[in-house]
């Protein structure tokens, strides 16, 4: 999956709103179907949202449309614009590719920590 690199986490309060980059070298993003998946403490890995490379997107029923995923092929970018954030919503979130198999990837980044503090 090469290098993977997300940012934009950071401590909000409910009702809040972050934007989450992922960065990828050359043409990674635009040439796959991407996701971003997030883990809470104790819990393990969920995917919260999926585009594929036509633009279809997907998300998970806790998203409940206060999520948004999108690409930028120009800048080979993955963005997920969160918004009305609840403390539920607390964890690390990772991009990675999206594919059936998604909870075998060897390969994860580091994340980006977003707290929701309530």
């Known amino acids: 999956q090469g290098q993977l690199v997300e940012s934009g986490g950071g401590s909000v309060q409910a009702g809040g709103s972050l934007r989450l980059s992922c960065a990828a070298p050359g043409r990674f993003i635009s040439l796959n179907d991407m996701g971003w998946y997030r883990q809470a403490p104790g819990k393990q890995r969920a995917l919260v949202a999926s585009v594929t490379t036509g633009g279809a997107t997907n998300y998970a029923d806790f998203v409940n449309g206060r999520f948004t995923i999108s690409r930028d092929n120009a800048k080979n970018t993955l963005i997920l614009q969160m918004n009305s954030l609840k403390p539920e919503d607390t964890g690390k979130y990772y991009c990675?590719?999206?594919?059936?198999?998604?909870?075998?990837?060897?390969?994860w980044g580091q994340g980006t920590q977003v707290t929701v503090s309530s």
């Open positions: 990675n590719t999206y594919g059936a198999n998604w909870q075998m990837y060897p390969y």
